[in-house]
């Protein structure tokens, strides 16, 4: 009887594991993006949310209408598709999103104050 749940536990582990070894496919968002430097580590910009943002999916980041955004990229826009940015957005307390970087339109947030120029195209990936 053990035996049969060890299996069962097993091959129910197996199962689960299966999507994240496939993956899943995501239309790409863009060819290209600027940058500041060729890593896009260094911020662009900072731009504060003038609408709330709910992200799709694990691409993109949820803003909040007046959350402070440091932008790192910005997408080149391509033919049927939005303007989108990258970037990470702060909470009230800096560890609720520490580190969570993700796209946003930027049809949705205004440019604050621009840190350096983004005049790096780097190819997405």
């Avoid at 994240?20 to 504060?48: E, P």
């Avoid at 209408?65 to 939005?82: A, F, M, P, R, T």
């Amino acid at each position: 009887m053990t035996q049969r749940v060890y299996l069962v536990v097993l091959l129910l582990c197996l199962g689960l594991m299966c999507p994240l070894v496939t993956g899943i496919f995501m239309d790409k968002l863009a060819s290209k993006k600027l940058c500041a430097d060729d890593d896009c580590v260094y911020t662009i910009s900072l731009a504060r949310a003038e609408e709330d943002y709910n992200a799709p999916d694990c691409r993109f980041i949820n803003i909040k209408k007046g959350q402070l955004i440091y932008v790192y990229s910005k997408l080149v826009k391509e033919k049927d598709s939005g303007e989108f940015w990258a970037g990470s957005v702060y909470g009230e307390h800096y560890e609720d999103h520490m580190g969570t970087v993700g796209y946003f339109p930027s049809s949705l947030v205004s440019e604050q104050h621009v840190y350096q120029e983004a005049n790096k195209t780097i190819p997405t990936t």
